[in-house]
């Protein structure tokens, strides 16, 4: 015989019957996970969103900060030299720098229109609240007393004789006020029997 083997074929794998419930728990998988992906996406883009008005908001507040220390203690005068700086900003051309805030206000205080709304101490000085203190006494008047009665030479209207009517009575008001009117005519009225 010979020494030679012949090789056995292998055997041919059994073909198993299809197994659904790994087929439905991989449909399952990649369910959520397309679910997640898309959370996950908007999540992402409201991060950005919060980033972006955490950055807004930081920048309004230095903005606000430079602006209280340069004397503009006025809300509506810090928004508008923001709205200015922006519209500056809008207006720098492709390519070109913009300028920084703080330069930006620093020209705005050479302007005639912005520049009157700028104060510090520093244009406070102490020599110059000295010389106001020193010449307020010198200036002052002596205080007037009041009057005794301040309702001195007031008197009440005088009521009339006659019957009230709608047109004499608005004339009074007129003339008189309505609690002087119906002073006037408040017995008059009672008579006639319109009030009680």
């Known amino acids: 015989m010979s020494d030679e083997t012949t090789p056995t074929p292998a055997p041919a794998p059994v073909a198993s019957p299809p197994d659904t419930s790994l087929r439905d728990s991989l449909r399952a998988v990649s369910a959520e996970r397309s679910r997640l992906a898309g959370e996950l996406k908007?999540?992402?883009?409201?991060?950005?969103?919060?980033?972006?008005?955490?950055k807004s908001t930081t920048a309004r507040h230095g903005q606000d900060m430079h602006l209280m220390?340069?004397?503009i203690?006025?809300?509506r005068g810090r928004r508008a030299i923001r709205r200015e700086y922006a519209d500056a900003l809008s207006e720098v051309a492709e390519g070109g720098e913009a300028p920084g805030f703080s330069d930006f206000v620093g020209e705005l205080r050479e302007d005639p229109?912005?520049?009157?709304?700028?104060s510090t101490a520093a244009d406070?000085?102490?020599?110059k609240s000295a010389e106001a203190v020193e010449a307020a006494p010198k200036a002052a008047k002596p205080k007037?007393?009041?009057?005794?009665?301040?309702n001195a030479g007031t008197t009440t209207?005088?009521?009339p004789e006659t019957a009230v009517d709608v047109n004499g009575y608005r004339s009074q008001r007129q003339r008189l006020g309505r609690g002087g009117a119906l002073a006037a005519n408040l017995e008059l009225l009672k008579?006639?029997?319109l009030i009680r």
């Open 73 to 75: 203690t006025s809300k």
């Open 42 to 54: 908007a999540a992402q883009e409201q991060l950005a969103k919060m980033q972006a008005d955490l």
């Open 191 to 193: 008579k006639q029997g």
């Open 144 to 150: 007037r007393k009041p009057a005794s009665n301040p």
């Open 124 to 127: 406070n000085s102490v020599e």
């Open 113 to 118: 229109l912005f520049g009157r709304w700028f």
């Open 157 to 159: 209207p005088k009521a």
């Open 69 to 71: 220390s340069a004397g």
